[in-house]
């Protein structure tokens, strides 16, 4: 997912977006801890993109505050 991507969403769906991928990395950490996890990398991934989606949603407070 790019950030270009994700500054176009709204504030909901970004919220919305971070539950969504937060509910991923629990399902893909569970199946890792049980060996089925055929590519471990979508673990880091998914990391990634909820530090984006956090970046995003703390700029677009920081935007709204401002003006």
Same mark, same amino acid.
């Given at each position: 997912?790019?950030a270009?991507?994700?500054k176009?969403?709204?504030?909901?769906?970004?919220?919305?977006?971070?539950e969504?991928?937060?509910?991923?990395?629990?399902?893909?950490?569970?199946?890792?801890k049980?060996g089925h996890?055929?590519?471990?990398?979508?673990? !880091?991934?998914? !990391?990634?993109?909820?530090?984006?989606?956090?970046?995003?949603?703390?700029?677009?407070?920081?935007?709204?505050?401002?003006?």
């Open positions: 997912m790019k270009s991507e994700l176009e969403l709204s504030v909901e769906q970004l919220n919305q977006k971070l969504e991928i937060s509910a991923n990395l629990f399902n893909f950490r569970f199946t890792a049980t996890l055929e590519n471990p990398s979508v673990i !880091r991934q998914a !990391r990634k993109d909820i530090a984006r989606v956090k970046t995003i949603l703390t700029e677009k407070s920081k935007t709204t505050k401002a003006g």
